[in-house]
C-alpha cells in the first residue's frame, strides 16, 4: 500500500472514534515524516500538543521541501509552459513520434517526471495526476510509464475521481497481464498491489462490486490470492454477499473458502462455509454476530455496506434453512438471525411479498409453512449454462489477450 493511501484509512478510524485523538494524530505524524507534506504535518504537531511552536527538524525539513520544489519547477517549467500553451500544442505535427521526439531534443521530459513525483509527495494530488498524464503521453520509456501510471492511479483515488481511478486501473491491469516481467514472483506482487489499491475503488464506485468479483474470479488474480493475499477473501466474500445479481458466483467462493480454510479464515469466510458447507445454522449465526462486532469496530471494510451486508447475511440463513424445512418456527428462526419475534415476524412478512417465495404465515401456531416448489429442469440448465459461457468468454481472453500482445511485441 502506497503510503498516501493510508491515510484515508486513519481519517476513517479518525471519524469513527476508534482509538483516542492522541493516538491517530501520532500516528499521521508518523506517516507523515515519510512524504514531502510539511505543513500538514505542523498543523497536526500543533493541534496535539496545544502549542503554536513546532519542532526545528520541521521547520529545517519545510526549508528542504521548499528549496526542492522550486528547483524542480524551474527544470519543468519550459515544457510545462509550451504544453499548457494551446497555440503552441496546435502546431504539433499529426506525426506523434516526430513531436515526441521534437520535445525530447528541446526539454527536459525526465525533469516533469521529477516534478509531479514531488508534488504527488507534497499532496497535491490533481496537479501531480495531471502532470503524470503529460509525461506519459511523452515517455518512451516504459518502466518510466508504468511507474507514471501507478502515480496516477494512486492520485486519482486519493481525490475520490472514481470513474477515472476505474479508468486508470484497466489500463494497468492489461500492461501487467501483457508485460514480460523480470520474473514471476514479480508480476504476481503486481497483481497483488492492483488489488489492494483497487479495494479503494471497488468499494466506492457505482459498480464496483461487479468490478470486484469480475477481477477477483480471473483466474491469474485469484491464483495471486491463494498463492499470497489470502486475506482479500474477506473482501470478494463481501462482495457477493451484498451483490444479489451475483448469487451465481456462490459456488465458486464457497469452493475458494473451503481449499483455503487451513490458510485463512475470518468471521465472514467462516460464516459462509457454516451455512453452506457444514449446514451449521448456529455456527453461521454465532459467526454473524462476529462480523457484526467486528463491523463494529471498523475491521472490515463493510461498514460502509453495514446494514445491507448484514441483511443480506440473514437472508442467506433464512434461504439456506427453508430450503430444507417445510414448516419453520418463527421464534427459533428470529434466534438464529439474532433479531427479536416481531422483528424477525415483520421482516418475514416483507420478504414474502416482495420476493417469490412460496410461503405463508401462521400467525395462530407462529410458524412459517413453505409450499413445495420443484426447480425446472430445463431452467437449471440454462442457469449453469450462462455461468459456463462467462467462464469460457474469461478462459478464451486470457489466452487471447498475451497472445496478441507478443505479436505486438515481435512486430
Aim: net charge negative; hydrophobic share 40%.
Amino acid at each position: 500500500m502506497d503510503r498516501h493511501l493510508v491515510f484515508p484509512l486513519l481519517e476513517f478510524l479518525q471519524e469513527r472514534q476508534l482509538y483516542s485523538e492522541p493516538e491517530i494524530l501520532e500516528a499521521k505524524i508518523r506517516l507523515l515524516s515519510g512524504t514531502n507534506m510539511v505543513d500538514y504535518a505542523m498543523d497536526i504537531h500543533k493541534s496535539l500538543h496545544g502549542t503554536d511552536d513546532v519542532p526545528e527538524d520541521m521547520v529545517r525539513r519545510r526549508a528542504e521541501v521548499v528549496s526542492r520544489l522550486r528547483s524542480l519547477e524551474e527544470a519543468a517549467a519550459p515544457l510545462v509552459t509550451f504544453l499548457q500553451n494551446p497555440q503552441l500544442v496546435q502546431e504539433l505535427r499529426p506525426d506523434k513520434q516526430y513531436n515526441i521526439h521534437m520535445l525530447q531534443d528541446r526539454y527536459q521530459i525526465e525533469a516533469l517526471y521529477q516534478y509531479a513525483k514531488f508534488q504527488f509527495e507534497c499532496g497535491n494530488y490533481s496537479g501531480a495526476a495531471d502532470y503524470l498524464y503529460q509525461y506519459r503521453a511523452l515517455c518512451t520509456n516504459s518502466e518510466r510509464s508504468v511507474s507514471a501510471l501507478w502515480g496516477k492511479l494512486a492520485a486519482e483515488i486519493l481525490m475520490q475521481n472514481w470513474d477515472v481511478a476505474l479508468e486508470e486501473l484497466n489500463r494497468l491491469k492489461e500492461i501487467i497481464d501483457s508485460k514480460n516481467f523480470s520474473s514471476p514472483l514479480n508480476q504476481l506482487q503486481n497483481r497483488i498491489w492492483l488489488m489492494h489499491w483497487a479495494l479503494f475503488i471497488f468499494f466506492n464506485h457505482e459498480n464496483g462490486r461487479n468490478g470486484i468479483i469480475d477481477l477477483f474470479f480471473q483466474d491469474r488474480y485469484l491464483n495471486a490470492i491463494q498463492t499470497n493475499a489470502h486475506h482479500l477473501l474477506r473482501y470478494l466474500a463481501t462482495a457477493v454477499v451484498v451483490n444479489k445479481r451475483r448469487r451465481n458466483m456462490l459456488k465458486d467462493l464457497i469452493k475458494v473458502i473451503q481449499q483455503e480454510q487451513h490458510s485463512y479464515k475470518d468471521p465472514i469466510t467462516e460464516f459462509l462455509e457454516c451455512l453452506y458447507v457444514n449446514y451449521d445454522f448456529d455456527g453461521a449465526q454465532q459467526k454473524l454476530m462476529e462480523c457484526e462486532q467486528r463491523i463494529e469496530e471498523g475491521n472490515f471494510v463493510t461498514v460502509p455496506l453495514r446494514d445491507e451486508f448484514l441483511e443480506n447475511a440473514r437472508l442467506f440463513i433464512f434461504e439456506t434453512y427453508c430450503r430444507i424445512h417445510r414448516c419453520i418456527d418463527i421464534s427459533m428462526l428470529a434466534q438464529k438471525l439474532n433479531m427479536s419475534y416481531d422483528e424477525a415476524e415483520l421482516w418475514i412478512m416483507n420478504l414474502v411479498r416482495s420476493s417469490k417465495l412460496d410461503a405463508r404465515i401462521d400467525s395462530v401456531s407462529g410458524t412459517l409453512i413453505m409450499t413445495t416448489n420443484h426447480v425446472n429442469v430445463h431452467e437449471q440448465i440454462i442457469e449453469n449454462l450462462k455461468g459456463l459461457n462467462m467462464r469460457t468468454y474469461m478462459l478464451a481472453k486470457n489466452i487471447v489477450e498475451p497472445a496478441q500482445a507478443a505479436q505486438q511485441a515481435a512486430r
